[in-house]
């Protein structure tokens, strides 16, 4: 059957016009997807190149994509103590919720999927409606809470609250993930007599190392975009992170330079970008997993 | 695996960080704030007294109010609308045979990352007026020729924001659609096609109905993304022109943390609330086909 037909298409007159339009309507298809891909990227390509432009250059008419005398002036100016600051607050505040979000996250994940519980689908579906919990409502209860308990002005109201709103996802993720692996293992190990305990802790979390990853990165970028928190539960710019200090210190004091406004705006992106690029299938993974099987 | 009879205290042991956590910093604020949208608590007030519906009624007479739900609904819906089709587009195009679509992947997705705060910046400059490269496009092309107002017309600021959202969030549901695209079996797309049906009838019959759930659910996952977010129009538009780029995000956040007026400010949310969970009832009814 498939011998007849080949050789139907390989005696066939128009063969050659065949392959001729297969290979154009390749060439077509690189073409729109090369095209479609420079065009979300312009954005990009454009902050970078202004970024690298001495000031006047920057408002030269026809703008070039290709600056005419390249200065690294830009980011000279951005290494101050200010920006300094700003970014280790983020650093510090984004490496701890993704901590805490993803080691909570874990055992309840863990919990739900390997216990059998009445309230555990009901949980899952709980958390997936949090998502659609109006942040700035929640943060009306928090305020008041965190003034209670002394947190304002601190990392700490800060934590809590990206790790609030990033933990339902990194237990959807979590949960997933244990819901895939086999449970052989566990058992023998319980078997051999180790407590419940010591298999999560040993032999589970060492084996969900992507999955911690994925929710880990997950919860660092959410945290690193984080505006309103910044905004309203810090007061000070010691404990500011980039988004509100930069909303608060720099773009009051602009006045028009755009090209060091630009440096600073690749500046505050690369350590997700960096973060993407070193962990980019992790990191696709956990997004897509979700979505896909759920 | 595990009983709760036979390891209570595990159990408890998982879920207890997280019942300190989400019980705390999710469900009590939640249900705090649906009480608080019945009262006139504020900061700045000594005492906290019941006003019933007052906040609601207060917000539903209140022009601004409507002209605040109107803007969200149109920025939120069609910013959804082309992120999902673009999206879905790509997605196609990068599953069509051809090579290197991790390459190209990578390359859209990592827009994905960009921060919103940066966006909010770059925004402005390519928006900007005078030196704007978007203005440069469009004199180059002749479409217009003096300067578009684009973050100072009425007109024209919500296109802004919807332009930074839908580019925003194209790369997550090409994400979804290309990993659900190379989920279907490439036999049904054979068989097809030996059967003699051409790329759009293979379209329109096999790859898009076997998309459908997880591409719209994807799209609804975005508009309720859409609908908390608050950077661009806080930081680049400040709600502005005339209030035209003022969403139900920044107007709920501003009524608490700017005017100090919590009761209404939780009225605010509350609405939204339960506009999203009456949204996605009614859209899971409609745009997901159910399997039989």
């Known amino acids: 059957m498939t011998q007849s037909l080949t050789m139907n298409r390989s005696a066939s007159p128009s063969r050659m016009s065949r392959t001729l339009r297969r290979r154009a309507n390749m060439a077509m298809l690189y073409v729109c997807v090369t095209a479609l891909v420079m065009v979300m990227l312009i954005p990009v390509g454009w902050m970078v190149s202004t970024s690298f432009k001495p000031l006047k250059d920057v408002f030269q008419i026809p703008p070039r994509w290709i600056p005419d005398v390249i200065t690294f002036q830009n980011y000279a100016a951005q290494f101050n103590e200010v920006l300094g600051t700003l970014t280790l607050n983020s650093l510090i505040v984004a490496v701890c919720a993704a901590a805490l979000s993803t080691f909570v996250g ?8 390997r216990f059998r519980f009445r309230g555990g689908p009901i949980l899952m579906l709980f958390f997936m409606g949090s998502l659609a919990f109006p942040v700035p409502l929640i943060m009306i209860s928090l305020y008041g809470l965190f003034v209670k308990l002394g947190l304002l002005n601190t990392y700490g109201a800060l934590v809590l609250g990206h790790t609030a709103i990033t933990i ?38 060492p084996m969900a190392r992507p999955a911690l990853a994925a929710s880990a990165i997950f919860v660092f970028v959410v945290s690193w975009n984080e505006l309103l928190f910044g905004l309203t539960f810090t007061s000070s710019t010691d404990m500011r992170p980039l988004p509100a200090g930069i909303t608060l210190i720099f773009l009051q004091e602009f006045e028009g330079a755009w090209s060091e406004m630009m440096a600073l705006a690749v500046i505050v992106s690369v350590p997700v970008l960096v973060l993407f690029f070193f962990f980019q299938k992790t990191f696709l993974r956990g997004v897509t997993a979700g979505a896909v099987k759920g | 695996m595990y009983s709760i009879k036979r390891h209570p205290w595990f159990f408890a042991l998982l879920f207890a960080p997280a019942l300190l956590l989400v019980g705390g910093l999710l469900l009590y604020p939640i249900l705090n704030g649906i009480w608080l949208s019945f009262t006139n608590a504020s900061p700045l007030r000594p005492t906290t007294d019941f006003v019933g519906l007052g906040n609601y009624i207060y917000l539903f007479e209140d022009p601004q109010f409507w002209e605040v739900l109107g803007n969200t609904v149109f920025i939120c819906g069609v910013s959804t609308i082309f992120c999902t089709v673009l999206g879905l587009i790509v997605a196609l195009l990068l599953d069509s045979g051809i090579r290197y679509v991790g390459f190209f992947r990578a390359a859209v997705f990592q827009v994905w990352v960009v921060p919103w705060i940066v966006i909010a910046i770059l925004w402005g400059w390519l928006f900007n007026d005078e030196w704007g490269i978007v203005n440069h496009f469009l004199r180059s092309i002749g479409v217009v020729d003096g300067q578009m107002a684009w973050l100072f017309e009425t007109e024209l600021a919500p296109w802004v924001v919807i332009f930074a959202y839908s580019w925003r969030a194209v790369p997550f549901v090409m994400v979804i659609a290309l990993a659900a695209l190379q989920g279907i079996p490439k036999e049904i797309q054979e068989a097809a096609e030996i059967d003699g049906a051409g790329y759009f009838n293979r379209l329109r019959h096999i790859l898009l109905p076997l998309l459908q759930n997880i591409v719209m659910t994807a799209a609804l996952l975005e508009a309720v993304r859409f609908l908390q977010e608050v950077t661009i129009p806080l930081v680049l538009t400040q709600g502005g022109p005339i209030g035209s780029t003022n969403v139900l995000s920044l107007f709920t956040y501003k009524a608490a943390f700017t005017e100090w007026d919590f009761g209404l400010a939780a009225a605010a949310g509350t609405f939204w609330l339960i506009f999203v969970i009456l949204f996605a009832g009614i859209y899971n009814r409609f745009a997901l086909r159910k399997s039989a």
Not at chain 1, 106 to 113: D, K, N, P
Not at chain 1, 172 to 179: E, R, V
Request: net charge negative.
């Open chain 1, 168 to 205: 339902p996802v990194s237990i959807w993720l979590l949960k997933n993930f244990f819901d895939q692996l086999p449970r052989e293992v566990e058992e023998a190990a319980y078997v051999d007599g180790a407590t419940p305990l010591k298999v999560f802790l040993f032999i589970v979390l």
């Open chain 1, 106 to 113: 874990a055992m309840t994940a863990y919990g739900i999927s």
